[in-house]
């Protein structure tokens, strides 16, 4: 995938000229950003995940306490970068030893907010996962800032305060849309529209798909960049429409309604192909068909967008994989389904689980993080539900993303972060009877 290929030039470019370790850069066992390497859910192929999940083949490895926080851990050569909220004030943000997690730097900011009484069950603490390109760590707080650290030394780079910059309205539920790192530059849903930064100052390129912000213009969807029928693009949800936008003016290339209870379009959409899938919360599930067209209602790019298929199925905040043309979910219902993708077909769906899957594949398996704090470990069978192993990781709630690279296995839950390793051939012959 293009945009893996991107991350991975980086990377080697990156770590060549860091001087945090003498480790040579090795995509597979770091985690840059929202749902990994390539954005994507996909976890590199090797190291292989074991054939089962449980106490004898996952082992603690080493836990700090943290305050609250809904970012996923951000994983590099030697450290981890991890947020919190500390007295519903400041927002913190921290590199941690990746050995055993020793505090190596931590730096700090105003954040203070409160979110509507009807979602105040999911607290007043930083949202959005950050995102590492090698040398910076690009933060995203919950009023609607978006702060630089070099992620050596924790020292500020640069601070973007998007309501101020832009006048916009404070986003009622904070900000919550995980930025993207591509190139030379940052893109983020903030400041009552979708933004692209300089990342070396924080200095404006453009700002596109305007709302406003506040209640109904605060996004939760995170950018993601695809090529969709010839054009790369930058595949963005706002909660009321999904749109691509080109990566070099901002411009909107298409857009489609997405329906939605209280506009909570929260995952990010999925690319297959030409093709994309999305769903919402009081809507449906969709998937669109991106096509080159010369008709009059096509864009300048002559590309349009047309439904393959919908279906009843309303997905959350779990934001699905891909596997052999399936789509893998989790659901409003909080039940589990796979759906086929070119048809649109319901090959199964489970009873209930928790009230969110954080998920991450590599080959035909699946790690889903419960919000309750269960691993499940999971093979992707169109045919049936096929659960190879769980096991309880957390007594705190789980709504981080998991994050999975090397032979290591990185849960945040509300109270901190704990470091599983896969175990080897002899730490299971030690653990068995």
Known sequence: MK???TQLAIFVAAVTLWPLASIAADIAATWPQWRGPSRDGQAPLTPVWPDRVDE??????????????????????????????RGKETEVAQALSRADGKVLWSAEWPGATSVPFFAAANGDWIRATPAFDGESLFVAGMRDVLVCLDAASGKERWRVDFVERFQ?????????????????HVYVQAGGG?????KRNGETVWRSLEDGGG?????????FKATIAGQTQLLVQTRERLAGVDEATGKE??????????????????VFGDAIFTSSYGGKSWLFDLVKSGDATATDNNISLTERW????????????????HIYTHLKNQRCACIELATGKERWVTTPFGKYWSLVAQGRKILALDERGDLLLIKANPEKFELLGQQHVSDS???????????EVFVRDLKGLTVYRWATATDQRTKSP
Request: charged content about 15%; hydrophobic content about 40%; aromatic content about 10%.
């Open 310 to 325: 919908q279906t009843k199925t309303q997905g959350y905040m779990s934001t699905p994989v891909v596997i052999d043309g």
């Open 168 to 184: 916009s309205q404070l986003p009622t539920f904070g900000c919550a849309s995980s930025p993207l790192v591509d190139g030379e």
């Open 194 to 198: 979708f933004v692209k930064l300089n």
């Open 397 to 407: 709630p789980t709504w981080a993303h998991l994050a999975v690279c090397g032979n």
């Open 253 to 270: 290339l298409w857009s489609q309604k997405i329906e939605a209870f209280r506009g909570m379009n929260i995952l990010t959409p999925v």
């Open 215 to 223: 209640m109904n213009g605060s996004a939760f969807s995170s950018p």
């Open 56 to 85: 004898a083949t996952l082992i603690q490895h080493w836990r700090v306490e943290l305050g609250p926080s809904y970012s996923g851990a951000i994983v590099a050569a030697d450290r981890v970068f991890v947020t919190e909220t």
């Open 3 to 5: 945009l893996f290929r």
